[in-house]
Nanobody
Framework: VQLQAFGGGLVQAGGSLTLSCTSS????????IGWFRQAPGKEREAVAC????????KYADSAKGRFTISRDNAKNTIFLQMMNLKPEDTAVYYC??????????????????WGQGTQVTVSS
């Protein structure tokens, strides 16, 4: 079972990136999905999370208005669209799945499977 996040890269401040998360072996429509990030020396934090039915999303305050989480169930893929990127968005971004169906949660221990991470670097 694999969960793969990709789409990271180097972008200038004010630019945009779209991250994707897909899986071989997991049906992502059955799970709540979270995008997390971890910068050097900092704890892993939830950036955006979406429920199984897409009825609920949660965003970090720093992401509101700039980031959008969405899913394409036909492609078994979750997206994180990031706009107006800032240097402080620089981090390794991870997607994770939570199959417990207890609502949208932002605490990393709630998530069952993690992808390998993709680096996002925003230059000033």
């Amino acid at each position: 079972v694999q969960l793969q996040a990709f789409g990271g890269g180097l972008v200038q401040a004010g630019g945009s990136l779209t991250l994707s998360c897909t899986s071989s072996g997991l049906i992502l429509s059955y799970a709540s999905i979270g995008w997390f990030r971890q910068a050097p020396g900092k704890e892993r934090e939830a950036v955006a999370c979406i429920s199984t039915s897409d009825t609920s999303t949660k965003y970090a305050d720093s992401a509101k208005g700039r980031f959008t989480i969405s899913r394409d169930n036909a492609k078994n893929t979750i997206f994180l669209q990031m706009m107006n990127l800032k240097p402080e968005d620089t981090a390794v971004y991870y997607c994770a799945v939570d199959f417990k169906r207890l609502g949208v949660r932002r605490d990393p221990p709630a998530y069952d499977v993690w992808g390998q991470g993709t680096q996002v670097t925003v230059s000033s």
